[in-house]
């Protein structure tokens, strides 16, 4: 059965610190792999990786995948409280765009 | 750019009340996902459409949920009859092809009293 498993399912850290999610996966045919935050409201994209070992950047957040070990990690550096929000992994695979969420890291940015 | 619209925001109901939700996914987009998320389970796919064909609804959790997309710009998911467990917010998504990332609806907040 294909699975996608986040970790850790909550973490709270302070300000300033540098906080790792992780995400494994075991789907069939899998196309890309996707990270959401998500806030109060809807799910935000924040990056798409179809290639091992390329990282994509946005500001204090990247990502990373590794096809070989199945898993992709999202860094935050330098936290700050409106870091705070639950961060999503999705996995696509196959031809119809078929995504598997993951549960999700609840990260808590204390002042 | 107006982006997912899912109405109501907010619906309150009893139990055994039927239930639709709406959505407008972006326009010029083919795909459009219809998802649930709880504390418990988190975010779940119950349902995607390609091109207003239903491709996918094995996440739909009994014969009580519907779906339908009866044109490009407009889809519905049917609770009825509701029951207390429905509670949850409902997404809906949708994307411009396969593989391409989703945008996602505010989210319609369901409660069955």
């Known amino acids: 059965e294909d699975k996608v498993v986040q970790s850790p399912l909550s973490l709270v850290v302070h300000e300033g610190d540098t906080v790792t999610l992780n995400c494994s996966y075991e789907?069939?045919?899998?196309?890309?792999l996707l990270w959401y935050k998500q806030e109060k409201k809807a799910p935000t994209f924040l990056f798409m990786l179809t290639s091992s070992g390329i990282e994509k950047k946005s500001g204090r957040l990247s990502s990373i995948l590794d096809k070989k070990e199945l898993f992709s990690i999202l860094n935050i550096t330098a936290t700050q409280t409106g870091d705070s929000a639950i961060y999503l992994c999705?996995?696509?695979?196959?031809?119809?765009?078929?995504?598997?969420f993951g549960a999700g890291t609840r990260l808590t940015v204390k002042p | 750019d107006a982006g997912v619209i899912q109405s109501p925001r907010h619906e309150v109901t009893e139990m055994g009340q039927e239930v639709t939700l709406r959505c407008k996914p972006i326009s010029g987009h083919n795909s459009l996902f219809w998802y649930r998320q709880t504390m418990m389970r988190g975010l779940e796919l119950l349902i995607y459409f390609n091109n207003n064909v239903p491709i996918d609804d094995s996440g739909m959790p009994e014969d009580r949920f519907s779906a339908k997309m009866p044109n490009a710009s407009f889809s519905t998911l049917k609770i009825q009859p509701s029951e207390p467990r429905d509670s949850a917010v409902y997404f809906c998504?949708?994307?411009?092809?396969?593989?391409?990332?989703?945008?996602f609806g505010d989210g319609t907040r369901l409660s069955i009293l």
């Open positions: 999705a996995v696509v695979r196959g031809n119809n765009n078929d995504m598997r």
């Open positions: 998504a949708s994307s411009v092809s396969v593989n391409q990332p989703q945008h």
């Open positions: 789907v069939t045919n899998f196309r890309s």
